[in-house]
């Protein structure tokens, strides 16, 4: 079953908050109403992305939201269940990406002419209904699986349509890192500072403009420190559990994480959500430490040399990253299998890797791990290959993928095709000009 994929949520939210349009029921799936604004704010939305006015097109949506209501009418027939939490946690999630993208929250309420708060009522339901058809798709299809063979057999049916496509090129890298220690002493001054904003706050100053000033997340600190509304697990552990012990206005005491020192103060709770603002200061490593983290690097790398340990073996034993338990391989987060494109690799190694063969180990080299701190680093491509047609032995993980989701949409049609012979659904137009249309009338 085709669907319109709509591209940018950020422009959907704009046509859904700017456009006005006069609204009428235009069809009833069970309990849910179709709006002619469901289908001209999408279509509209479509128009924007440059193309051309289409009737087919303006079928498939009416289709689609077709679809969609029937999901959400048996997903509350069946007591589907999305809470509260789950929903405001979303809303957080895309409002934080709006602000992200538009620089900070008095941006996005500017270009959306509205308050944060008025956009959470207005788009409250928006979310509600998408979590929910989420979760019905996933109960239909939760029984669902593919074997070898159904994978082989899909595989050949792509063959015979000529539909192989051309995998780009992936590296399989493995790593070994040390990072600098940082002195006691530089722990100790950062936090006195962090104990001494504490207690300024305590005697009257503001949270938001110590934050403002003096935070190294430079991010939050443009909006005085707060992160928004976020659930259980979205946070680093130790930030986590200081965040959802806070009461009232309460200011937490220092708290270490990978990132540095923080002191934390709770804005409010909603039951398993949380918005707090905070202020982190990174401690500075000393130009001794680098030069230690490297040496020793060097050693490692001079036992390589003489083959007295492999790459795998250094990594296990000498890495200070998490990746040492693998052997030093990473793990692309996208997919969580050890293969990357290029465009999924890290920036700080994308440019070094793509110019290494399989097989090559590099030379060391600092670089600036994702929590900002310095480090030295020695990569091994540990298997490349280069750009092909698809075949069942390089690419078995992406094809069984795509294997078993067409089965999971050949489930989801066949659910489709039962429910509406037995749901009651009404057209107030004929939509005469839409065959997509003709099994949804009875």
Request: aromatic content about 8%; overall charge negative.
């Amino acid at each position: 079953m085709k669907r319109i994929i709509i591209s940018s949520i950020l422009s959907f939210f704009s046509f859904t908050s700017y456009t006005q349009i006069v609204d009428e029921i235009i069809a009833v799936v069970g309990n849910e109403v179709v709006l002619s604004s469901d289908i001209e704010t999408q279509y509209l939305q479509y128009l924007s992305q440059g193309y051309t006015d289409s009737e087919e097109v303006r079928c498939q949506i009416i289709e689609d939201v077709l679809y969609q209501k029937l999901l959400v009418h048996q997903a509350k027939l069946d007591s589907t269940d999305v809470s509260e939490d789950d929903v405001n946690q979303e809303l957080d999630s895309r409002l934080n990406s709006f602000i992200s993208q538009l620089g900070s929250e008095e941006a996005l309420e500017e270009y959306f002419k509205k308050s944060t708060s008025e956009l959470k009522i207005e788009f409250y339901e928006i979310i509600y209904n998408q979590l929910l058809t989420q979760r019905m798709q996933s109960s239909i299809t939760s029984s669902v699986s593919i074997t070898p063979e159904e994978v082989k057999i899909f595989f050949q049916e792509m063959k015979e349509s000529s539909d192989i496509p051309v995998m780009p090129t992936t590296l399989e890298i493995s790593q070994i890192i040390k990072i600098p220690e940082i002195t006691l002493d530089e722990k100790s001054r950062i936090r006195k500072k962090l104990i001494s904003f504490r207690d300024r706050i305590k005697n009257g100053e503001n949270f938001t403009v110590l934050a403002t000033l003096y935070s190294d997340d430079t991010e939050s600190a443009k909006n005085g420190g707060e992160l928004g509304f976020v659930g259980r697990g979205a946070l680093v552990p130790e930030f986590e559990s200081a965040a959802f012990s806070l009461k009232g206005d309460q200011i937490s005491e220092v708290i270490e994480t990978q990132f540095g020192y923080h002191i934390i103060q709770l804005i409010e709770r909603r039951g398993e959500t949380v918005n707090v603002r905070h202020i982190l200061l990174k401690p500075k490593v000393s130009s001794a430490s680098l030069l230690e983290a490297k040496t020793q690097l060097e050693k490692v790398e001079n036992l390589m040399k003489s083959e007295e340990i492999t790459f795998e073996e250094a990594a296990r034993f000498h890495s200070d990253d998490v990746s040492k338990n693998n052997g030093g391989l990473l793990i692309n987060p996208q997919t969580g299998s050890s293969l990357f494109t290029v465009e999924e690799l890290p920036l700080n190694i994308r440019y070094s890797a793509d110019r290494m063969n399989e097989g090559d180990v590099s030379s060391i080299s600092q670089f600036v791990m994702d929590d900002g701190k310095k480090a030295y680093r020695i990569i091994k491509i540990t298997r490349k290959l280069k750009e092909h047609s698809a075949n069942l032995i390089d690419d078995f993980s992406l094809i069984n993928d795509a294997a078993l989701n067409e089965k999971k949409q050949q489930e989801i049609a066949e659910w489709v095709v039962e429910k509406i012979k037995i749901t009651y659904i009404r057209f107030d137009y004929d939509y005469n000009n839409c065959d997509v249309l003709k099994k949804w009338k009875k």
